[in-house]
């Protein structure tokens, strides 16, 4: 059983930054590819960013790609999301997601999901 408890979230002025961060605890956090996924009002959850164990194959959504940096601390098991130039529509609760490999990770093969946070982009 793996816990993932997400952390940042807020209020960001449009053009901003921000950085969430998702902590581990329970099982073997390095044995798993982590995730963020996000879910706009009235919209379906969506992938946004993968990493493997290790760090060296990331995947983002083309929606994100540029602007957001994802990665991974094995010691202190907990992932991170950068968000720059962030937009109105990135506006979404934005959910750290652990899974068996990232392309897993990708298509949406989730074995543990984190509560989310909300982030607010105000234009």
């Known amino acids: 059983q793996v816990q993932l408890v997400e952390s940042g979230g807020g209020l960001v002025q449009a053009g901003g930054s921000m950085r969430l961060s998702c902590a581990a605890s329970g099982r073997t956090f390095s044995s798993y590819a982590m995730g963020w996924f996000r879910q706009a009002p009235g919209k379906e959850r969506e992938f946004v960013a993968g990493i493997n164990w290790s760090g060296n194959i990331i995947r983002y959504s083309n929606s994100v790609k540029g602007r957001f940096t994802i990665s991974r601390d094995n010691a202190k098991s907990t992932q991170y999301l950068q968000m720059n130039s962030l937009k109105p529509e990135d506006t979404a609760v934005y959910y750290c997601?652990?899974?068996?490999?990232?392309?897993?990770?990708?298509?949406?093969?989730?074995?543990?999901w984190g509560k989310g946070t909300l982030v607010t982009v105000s234009s």
């Open positions: 997601a652990a899974g068996i490999n990232v392309d897993s990770v990708v298509a949406g093969g989730i074995d543990y």
